[in-house]
């Protein structure tokens, strides 16, 4: 009789890691803190100590304490790059058993701008799944400090697989007048959570059809620009011949924060999570599926369906796209 050896299954987890970098990612790292995100670490670095000392998150370490003394880079991203390589040796320990990381940043100041591409160097070299996931500044910042997040985004993009890009600007177009300055901030920090959830939802949480690591490996790896929109439609808010599956996945393709000239069908790779309670169907599911598969105009794009159960959603549909490889 041969024993059969059980092992510890639950070791194999994947370790991934949400680093907010500077104000703006740490100000991302507590929203997704504070609204419960699970099977992720966290970690925020910043120069600015006092900033610091109001994350969430203990894991926190203070990048360039000679350089900046704590008080931070002055919307100078020189001196946040020269900070992030004052501490690269720190990151590194910090980050080095990570399978994927996420990298969020605000764009256009100092810390972010000019530390987030050393931190995604660093895991990039270290053969980490690399995401960056950052906001650009609204007009009204001025153009001196969108010159400073191009040139950020570009030095980002050269060392991330993948990098998905929130223009604040586009807060606009889900705002109202009445829309208050801060939760205009709350409605960018949300995006940034939603596509983070969305990735680490389809491999921390059992399916009914499971995507692993490997998964999102094969569609985030060597990537360039990305795209992810969540759409949710329960029949509450449907008219007349309207249909709760083909809703969520309209939604999901037309997400308004992440229109820059980008275009979903150019997709090389795409992630497609649908998600409902026990009353989704079969046919749900396939119109969902198809209305998403209809859009991408190459036929060899990789193109990976995860699906689970959730009971919170009885009555509604969520699908959420993540969209890789955009031209």
Do not use: W
Request: proline share 2%; hydrophobic share 40%.
């Amino acid at each position: 009789r041969t024993d059969i050896h059980q092992g510890h299954l639950y070791e194999f987890a994947p370790r991934i890691v949400v680093v907010g970098v500077g104000g703006g990612g740490g100000n991302a790292v507590n929203n997704m803190i504070a609204n419960q995100l699970t099977g992720v670490d966290f970690l925020a670095l910043n120069t600015d100590a006092q900033h610091l000392s109001q994350t969430l998150t203990e894991n926190r370490l203070q990048i360039g304490t000679t350089l900046t003394s704590g008080l931070g880079c002055g919307a100078n991203p020189d001196a946040g790059r020269l900070a992030a390589e004052e501490s690269r040796e720190e990151i590194t320990e910090l980050l080095g058993d990570a399978h994927m990381v996420f990298i969020t940043a605000g764009m256009g100041g100092g810390t972010g701008t000019g530390a987030a591409p050393v931190v995604a160097e660093v895991c990039y070299n270290l053969g980490i799944l690399t995401v960056g996931v950052v906001t650009k500044p609204f007009h009204f910042e001025g153009t001196h400090r969108m010159r400073l997040a191009n040139e950020g985004v570009d030095r980002l993009k050269s060392v991330v697989d993948t990098l998905i890009m929130i223009p604040n600007q586009n807060l606009f177009q889900m705002a109202s007048d009445s829309t208050s300055f801060m939760d205009s901030f709350v409605m960018a920090d949300n995006v940034l959570m939603a596509g983070v959830k969305s990735i680490t939802d389809l491999m921390t949480t059992p399916g009914l059809i499971n995507l692993d690591f490997a998964d999102v490996q094969s569609v985030m790896h060597g990537m360039g620009n990305a795209m992810l929109g969540t759409g949710v439609a329960s029949n509450d808010d449907l008219g007349e011949n309207e249909d709760r599956a083909i809703r969520a996945a309209q939604m999901a393709l037309s997400n308004p924060l992440l229109g820059e000239n980008m275009d979903i069908g150019t997709a090389k790779g795409m992630l497609v999570n649908i998600t409902g309670g026990s009353d989704m169907t079969l046919f749900e599911v396939d119109k969902a599926a198809q209305c998403i598969t209809e859009r991408v105009v190459d036929e060899n794009a990789n193109i990976i369906f995860g699906s689970a159960y959730d009971e919170k959603l009885d009555g509604s549909i969520r699908v959420s796209v993540v969209a890789t490889g955009i031209e």
